[in-house]
């Protein structure tokens, strides 16, 4: 069966020492999450190889919040995914929408982002998510059909077999407003079903999908309660090692 996860996204957020500290506080805490549940955690890229060192010996995964589209060469200002691997993060974030409406990145470049970390080792995260807009005007599922078509269906069956998949409802990021367990429910059993129709039944019920967007302490039980949800990509909370841990503590038992 598929793998339940609890991942951090720091974003742009702690100096490398205050992040050490956050680290630390949060392998101190991973002995109390149930040892079934995964516990990745996002912090800045200056922070990694501080933070991987630091828990070479932990439980706790690290994991890059981007990586370049390219191999390596002429991108100032990027970082590879092989420099990345070669810190021992394991996973990379991709798509997340911050980094699709800030910095354009589009279907084609995440595609390459996706292949690019897997060739270095790394498992992507790969995010999708609606607008208010698109939500109030019911188009959501076309537009979360498309983000996933337009990346994850160009990846062969092998490929696909790597990827967890994180529904972030953009009106829930970061604003308080969290999805319903039933709106989380309703989107991650219909990505499901159109994995399923691809890269058939098997591969579709192993593919771990999680929920992001204002999940706390005080809602994770009820959404993680889902069938479908496979756990969450956490924000704000996981910024404090005891909402993060509470929150990968909230699996039904
Ligand atoms: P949030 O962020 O939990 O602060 O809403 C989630 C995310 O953007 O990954």
Not at 7 to 29: F, H, I, R, S, Y
Not at 197 to 203: A, H, N, R, S, W
Not at 226 to 249: C, M, N, P, R, T
Request: proline share 4%; net charge neutral.
């Amino acid at each position: 069966m598929r793998k339940k996860i609890v991942a951090g996204n720091w974003k742009m957020n702690t100096t490398p020492a205050q992040g050490l500290k956050l680290a630390n506080e949060v392998n101190d805490m991973a002995a109390s999450a149930p040892t079934d549940v995964e516990l990745i955690i996002a912090p800045p890229l200056t922070h990694i190889p501080l933070i991987t060192q630091a828990l070479a010996k932990s439980r706790v995964k690290v994991s890059a919040q981007n990586c370049a589209a390219w191999e390596k060469g002429a991108y100032t200002g990027e970082v590879s995914a092989e420099m990345i691997s070669s810190t021992g993060a394991t996973h990379v974030i991709v798509g997340h929408s911050e980094r699709r409406e800030y910095f354009s990145e589009n279907n084609e470049m995440l595609l390459n982002k996706i292949k690019i970390a897997m060739q270095n080792g790394l498992t992507p995260i790969f995010c999708c998510g609606e607008k208010l807009n698109e939500r109030d005007s019911n188009q959501y599922f076309n537009v979360i059909e498309k983000q996933i078509s337009e990346v994850l269906f160009k990846l062969d069956t092998k490929e696909m077999g790597n990827i967890i998949i994180a529904y972030e409802p953009i009106w829930a990021i970061g604003t308080g407003k969290t999805a319903s367990p039933e709106q989380a429910q309703e989107i991650h059993a219909f990505i499901r079903q159109i994995v399923s129709k691809k890269f058939g039944d098997e591969l579709a019920k192993s593919t771990s999908i999680l929920y992001g967007g204002s999940c706390k302490p005080d809602n994770a039980k009820e959404i993680f309660a889902k069938a479908d949800v496979d756990g969450g990509l956490i924000g704000g909370a996981a910024l404090k090692a005891e909402d993060f841990i509470a929150i990968a503590k909230s699996f039904p038992k």
